[in-house]
């Protein structure tokens, strides 16, 4: 590292970031085993990948056995940014002090862990020791948002279910025990979606979510065709294709809508293919397809001019129509790097050409996706690296910015621009 | 910059370069006010895309109201690198020594602007500054070639119209006018085009240029179809849209053959599409999309072997398909970096790519595709400084090329291909 | 370079390499003459690609003429890799001295490789300077495997013929003379296939390999399908396009589940469009295509658990889905950066993506592909230095590996994952 990207990063270790989409759940937001840590998805997926029988982690077995799987494997993934995360963790929220995590000092850290684990709001102390101020949740819509400490967490309505579950009588029944509406018509499903985000909102929450398989087409709905589908799945009967195609169409327009009513920004997470590996570790079934384009939802963007959509992509060959789609839509923020694209390869360069190429306003600069509050630490930590690398190579040296420049574009990537967009 | 890369830029930057395709007005060449700089579209667009209203660039503003709106919200914008090309534009060509644009020092730069721009000829003084040596223009059809300064701007026939818009009563009656035939049948058509191209190419042409959708796909044409869609708009009738594909790949692939009887290279510039943002500035409405493949125009480049495709696309995801095609097929050559794909971030690795993989008798390296010559500056320099790294990191450094070498090959991409493969 | 990756590199030189992948012909595997080297597919086709008429590399030429119509012309393509690895290949392996091959010197190189090539058993001392350890072979399924030198080929089954050709009575009567059944039924293919894969293990062979066109899309077969398919082939009738699409996913699903039953690993090189430029020279005529995706391959990989699937893909943009798909199923192994892929300006970002978020014992880092043993040298060699590079700068330098451990992984993925992912 060069004396200028040394002295941009420990600046831009100060910034305090806002973390705008985690899985951070509100009752248990901190680890308070090793096993809430190593349980995270990446760890057991990629040491399956690597040849840990799905078995190994099974739910039924106990924590310490699946542990003792895990640990043994781990240096099959040592390579990865993943297991670098946990590295990061271990050491500098733990006091770890081994070189790898190894069946041998394996239980020292468990200890720590347990220790840390029960002092009081310890996931504050994360946060703050990871400098990040807020962190969004990503709610169900059913969720009692009633308990969350709106002192660092921010509620954020997730609608998969609705969009894409509607028809499922299990969800059909949390909602109507949420709303208390029985959704059979269009008219009803405005009705309880629009109670909703009223409940998210009034509890302080800032967006709301989605996340899209690569070839969704958000366009106009079809209120008649989405209107039989409701009456159909109102009576227990089951939908063809086409009626679920028009009604997850409609629903999620609904959700836009709805957005667009109550001012508030929709999270858009594109591309990601459920359940392609059903034999995998729970979590680690879904991937992805490079099919489809961001074009699909430009009549999305033109129709909802007031919706700020916050847009994640998941294959890192969308990443392109992303920046050039915010250089032109006003609406279109491009938002973290998400998933499968959330690893230094991929980050780099299109952090480069986001910072480049679209207004620098606009640019929602990451976002963790974590489980536990512990990860934010070394997920932050490795964007702001990155940033640090880029702004420094691309942008100070050569002289674009200034280094004061630079650090206030660091500024409004990490935190100012999503205070300004989510109004939090 | 290492020593060896500041070596190669410095030779780099003495090259008198051929950019070969812009869209400088032959009859007003450079700028005389600042809006004349602020126009490009991509200072409207991105600022619209930042936040400000199109409104606040509507036409009918006076001119020091655009800018006045402009100025104001540049710095929300500073980071990207089309603010890069203002600055250097503003201190290289105007004296300006401000940090940045801003509402307290743009009346100085305005006044420098207008001083200039009285000069006479000054856009060859422009252009030698720039190091250019020649600037390709895109005409159209009906323009009047014979104003043209030759010394220094090659025109070259834009076809869009011809192409696309062959039906459209409009372009019908201009290119009656201009050739004097009124086409209603295939062999019409193909007088009209073919007396356009040696009209174009008796005053200086070098080429045909055409942008086209990312789904177009030619292929040998099918003449009936053709004739009774011609037929049909010569009767003042509607275009069905089997009709209009029809005609559309008749009247691309006449454009190619009468490039092969004229003997000039064609332009192929891949993967617009027009209008996808119509609320947007003038200028800043089109878009793309990653979808398509350079596989369509296999059949083409089969066809005419005796034709030099010029090749740009728009999406960074075709620019492996463009190295790997141009690798193979004779008359395949890349050229440049267009638009959304000309930003650093894609340049880099690509133009890398293409110096592995390509020959480089075959490389056009870049144009500017610019609408006033100021702009011409710092894009080219842009192009250059990449230029000066890859040669510097990838080729001499590994010991790949000597220094001799790599500037032999800079000046194949900025100036000898070029002159070879268009004939200037 | 930095110390630290010149030190990296200087241990990944030790390195054996296991060559996963290759076209040495077992009975001529090292160059005799020049001819065998300029001959390579790379040379010809990028001369032709850079003017040279296909004419001058017509095989009825004298091979004299031949070098004579290239060596003239090589420099056009001196900035390629491929040129860079003549030269290697010249310097390294023959003593060549020259700055570039020119026809001044190349009667000098010409006449060393006549000498060399008559030592007995070059290959092995070319493959000992090379530090590749063993080199796969890519059989005729009709070859004889008796004659192979076992010490440092591995044979493989080339399975194109089989699954694509099945119908071609050429092929048919080549398979029955091979392995004595006439295939009519499904259950005869079964029997012909499963005693060809015998008969290969038998012979030392390590894994099945096929090559594929990118809308290829496996699925389990319809075995009804295949044998009116099978039957029409039989009675010597054509078949039509379902037919053949049905016959192909029948043998390609029958070709995985023989390497099931044998344990071995099947090699998939995905993505290539044959005889897309017919007027090239040979071997210089097949292209790609970005379009299609790799979750056409999820069901594949799902039902046969137990297959490791080595994938190479040949369009850049189905890089990420490589390393994703590898991320989350076991049985998908990254091997190697294949043809059009092969350059650095593709190894490099593709690599780093692998290491970051692939587990490392699943890597098979390169392969030559070669077709005369001495390009495993400078094709083994850009690959370590890009290794060295990547790691230096992308693992160590930022602490995430230790040297031990960036050569422990360079050691994995040159050959340790080979070794035992082929079981060689």
Partial sequence: MSDLEIRLLDEILRIQAIDCHSHVPAGAPHAQTLGDLLGYHYYTELLHSAGMPAEAVDPRKSEI???????????????????????????????FSGDRLTP???????QGIIEAGRQKDRYRAVLAKARIEKVFLTNRFDEDLSAVDRSV??????????????????????????????????????????????????????????????????HAPDEKAAGKALARAAAGKDLGAGDSAALAVFMFDLVADTC????????????????????????GRDLLSKRGSLADYADLFRRYPEVDFAVSVLS?????????????????????HWWYSNVPAHIEPDLRARLEAVPRVKLIGYYSDMYKVEFGLPKFNMYRRILARVLAREF?????????QAIETAGLLLRDNAKRIFGV
């Avoid at 043994?72 to 940014?81: Q, W």
């Avoid at 299990?170 to 008219?187: C, I, N, Y």
């Fill in 65 to 95: 056995e699946r542990i003792g799987e895990m640990v043994g494997r781990l240096d099959t993934i040592s390579n990865t940014v993943q297991y670098g995360w946990l590295m990061e963790v271990a050491r500098e929220l733990f006091g």
């Fill in 104 to 110: 041998a000092n394996s239980n020292e850290l468990a």
């Fill in 153 to 218: 967490f921010v509620p954020c309505l997730r609608t998969d279910d609705l969009v894409f579950q509607i028809a499922d009588p299990q969800v059909r029944r949390r909602l109507a025990s949420k709303t208390g509406t029985e959704v059979g018509s269009p008219e009803e499903a405005r009705a309880a979606v629009r109670w909703l985000m009223r409940y998210f909102v009034q509890h302080g929450a800032a967006s709301a979510a989605i996340s899209l398989p690569p070839d969704f087409s958000p």
């Fill in 260 to 283: 667009r009513q109550v001012h508030k920004p929709m999270q858009l997470m594109i591309g990601v293919i459920r359940d392609m590996y059903p034999a995998g570790v729970p979590g």
């Fill in 316 to 336: 890192a060959t969308w990443a392109h129509e992303l920046a050039s789609f915010a250089w032109i839509f006003p609406n279109v923020k491009p938002s973290g």
């Fill in 396 to 404: 100070v040296e050569p002289g674009r910015m200034t280094e004061r």
